[in-house]
């Protein structure tokens, strides 16, 4: 090859890499769905058999969300294994004026910067259950957001909503910080008021309304023993999205779903050899599989669908499924709009539709 022809072939693929993720966007055929840009160039990426699972972050985030504005970030669409494409789970929802966090997950704080925000604007963090990649994240966000730098600033107490557990959580994570905190506070003059956790944990329905915001709470099936588990459903000005949380197929989740414009859904899935093997199995066992999510999205007919949660688990000899599978999968069962999310990927939730704001072309 020449150098010429090198160049070339490296602008052509630069050229795929930046198309790739919004493949699935022009896939979906959504109705009510807007996929901008992505639905003019899908069919040209998808006939070169490309995977919709490159990543194209945002040269700049967002403008800030207006007051009333009803915008889903997600923060992090991976799951325990150290990934630098997806950080922990994290899903940022801001409606009327709030800013709620669902989970907290590695790398929450850094990507919570990415899209624009201090640390300390998060009003309130919603737990899904104690699996520690959904709360790994939390000493950053509520320490690192308790300090006086232009990026943290947190004005109270760290608020928190989650499940049984949750303030033992707290207390301990206290006491483990226990020298941080004391000398900050003796050495930073740093408010011992805003570095208390305040926690409420809830049982299921809804837990937080306020200012036309409603938070439910929704009780899904995470695996005997990992239960109680939840997903949740936010709802303003008529207008709702609900994130699954971890959970195996969930009448439940489909039922508390329903009339939802924005359904997140964690996905799961393995290459059917790797089933052979019992700590695999028992995974996949706490997790919804491609084509049981679809049908959740085909029954609970959002606007848009967007798998997050990744748990694609591969073995040496063996590797893992691809996120192109994936939706390949899900689409023996649902053929409406599906998207396989990124982390920093956004929406907005207007009257009669989810518009993709993020990742925007440079
Ligand atoms: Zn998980
Ligand atoms: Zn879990």
Not at 104 to 122: F, I, P, S
Not at 126 to 137: A, E, N
Request: hydrophobic fraction near 45%.
């Amino acid at each position: 090859m020449s150098l010429n022809e090198i160049v070339a072939h490296m602008r052509r693929l630069l050229c795929m890499i930046m198309i790739a993720p919004w493949a699935a966007a022009g896939a979906v055929g959504a109705s009510g769905f807007a996929g901008g840009l992505g639905v003019a160039l899908a069919g040209g990426a998808l006939s070169l058999g490309l995977a919709p699972v490159a990543i194209a972050q945002p040269a700049a985030p967002p403008p800030p969300a207006a007051r009333d504005e009803f915008r889903v970030t997600l923060l992090g669409t991976g799951s325990p294994a150290p990934n630098m494409r997806r950080f922990g789970p994290g899903v940022l929802v801001q409606a009327g004026g709030k800013v709620l966090l669902i989970d907290c997950g590695r790398g929450v704080t850094q990507r919570l910067r990415q899209a624009g925000l201090k640390l300390g604007q998060v009003d309130a963090l919603f737990i899904t259950h104690l699996h520690s990649d959904h709360i790994v994240g939390i000493p950053d966000l509520w320490l690192t957001g308790w300090l006086e730098a232009e990026y943290a600033q947190r004005p109270g107490p760290f608020v928190v909503y989650g499940p049984a557990g949750t303030g033992q959580l707290m207390d301990g994570l206290t006491r483990a910080f226990d020298w941080d905190i004391k000398a900050r506070i003796a050495d930073q003059n740093l408010k011992p008021d805003v570095i208390r956790a305040e926690v409420t944990e809830f049982l299921q329905g809804v837990i937080y309304d306020r200012d036309g915001v409603k938070v439910t709470a929704i009780t899904v099936d995470h695996g005997e023993l990992l239960n109680p588990a939840f997903g949740f459903r936010v709802d303003y000005g008529g207008r709702s999205v609900t994130v699954s949380g971890d959970t195996r197929f969930s009448e439940n989740l489909i039922s508390q779903a329903s009339g939802s414009d924005l359904l997140i859904h964690q996905v799961a899935a393995v290459r059917p050899e790797l089933l052979k093997n019992p700590v695999i199995k028992v995974i996949l066992a706490h997790h919804t599989k491609p084509d049981e999510a679809g049908v959740v999205f085909s029954r609970v007919k959002p606007r848009l669908a967007v798998f997050y949660h990744f748990v694609l688990l591969g073995m040496p000899g063996t590797p893992p499924v691809n996120e192109k599978d994936v939706f390949e999968q899900a689409r023996q069962t649902y053929d409406g709009p599906l998207l396989i999310g990124e982390d920093l990927m956004a929406f907005r939730l207007d009257a009669g539709s989810v518009v993709q704001i993020a990742p925007r072309t440079p």
